[in-house]
């Protein structure tokens, strides 16, 4: 006969553990349809470029750095020559002083204090010595090159030791600018790296639709240039076209953007600063109606720069991962200023 027992009632716990079971996947759900969804390309795009933007800034003012480093160490360098050269005059000098001492104590001219003074402490010596008239014409004139000699030596050694200082500061700003423009560029790749395969593509395709082609640039006789220099520099510039952007790059095989502008003048004849922040304080501010090709036109808080090519375009160097080209103003960046070298 068939047992009819009622089924088992789950134990409150079970229940229990049920319900906050099921309550946890539906937070779980809810937090997930809540989420950020996932950035756009056009959207990451944008922060791309802005991170791009603010690793150029950082690589411009590393650039600075570098240059004010390079200065300070040839300056430095030659102030220690000058301090060792000095030094060793000083001490011909106190030879020559000591040998007279010798001759004339030899001939009963010179107290013997006043010598042992000089062949234990020179310094003192020649204060006492000095001091007690035991000095003839030709020792007086000796010590007091040396004492000027001594003097020039404590100025130039202070004056080192400054530059030093100043050495050690700058090397500190460049380990953070390096730091900075490197951190930039690792977040604008993770970035990157949130897109598809094929969007990644698609970006590509629009960046090389973006700049002109050196076949497609706009030639000069459209709009005469202001000068033959800037006619020189922007020829030049073409000639790189293709050419890799590499930070804290001066060609002649890749560049950062102020290392494009500096190397064009240079070929040109003209040697201009290393940075956009010195760039645009060369030469003449023009307004931007005035601009005529080989101009140097300034982007983004100064943070960039490009030569004026006419037709509203600029040739230069625009960031990690693209080569020197032609582009429209428009696309470059902010416009923030103008000078003709």
């Given amino acids: 006969m068939a047992s009819h027992r009622r089924p088992k009632q789950p134990s409150r716990a079970r229940v229990t553990v049920l319900s906050v079971t099921a309550a946890a996947a539906v937070a779980l759900t809810s937090q997930a349809a809540q989420a950020d969804p996932k950035p756009t390309k056009s959207e990451v795009k944008a922060k791309v470029d802005k991170l791009y933007h603010e690793a150029e800034e950082a690589t411009e003012k590393y650039n600075g750095a570098k240059e004010q480093q390079d200065k300070l160490r040839k300056q430095t360098d030659a102030l220690q020559d000058t301090v060792a050269r000095g030094q060793e005059e000083l001490n011909t000098l106190r030879g020559e002083l000591g040998q007279l001492a010798s001759a004339q104590y030899r001939s009963g001219g010179l107290d013997p204090s006043v010598q042992l003074l000089l062949s234990s402490d020179p310094d003192s010596f020649l204060d006492q010595a000095s001091a007690l008239g035991q000095l003839t014409a030709k020792q007086a004139e000796s010590l007091q090159k040396i004492q000027a000699k001594q003097r020039t030596l404590a100025q130039q050694r202070e004056e080192a030791q400054a530059k030093l200082t100043d050495l050690a500061e700058i090397r500190t700003a460049l380990g953070k600018n390096k730091q900075k423009f490197q951190t930039k560029l690792a977040d604008a790749q993770k970035l990157l790296n949130t897109l598809t395969a094929a969007e990644r593509a698609k970006m590509a395709e629009e960046e090389q639709r973006a700049g ?94 490009g030569l004026y090519a006419g037709g509203n375009t600029v040739l230069h160097a625009p960031y990690p991962g693209a080569s020197v080209r032609y582009e429209s103003m428009g696309t470059v960046g902010s416009y923030q200023a103008a000078v003709r070298i």
Wanted: aromatic share 8%.
């Fill in 212 to 305: 002109r082609a050196a076949g497609d640039r706009v030639e000069l006789g459209n709009e005469a240039p202001a000068s033959a220099l800037g006619a020189a520099a922007l020829q030049a510039a073409d000639t790189r076209v293709g050419k890799p952007y590499v930070r804290a790059a001066t060609g002649p095989d890749s560049f950062d953007c102020s290392g494009l502008t500096q190397w064009a003048y240079a070929q040109a004849g003209a040697q201009i600063t290393r940075t956009t922040y010195t760039q645009i304080n060369q030469g003449t501010r023009i307004a931007r109606s005035q601009l005529k090709p080989g101009d140097l036109v300034f982007f983004s808080n100064t943070s960039h720069v």
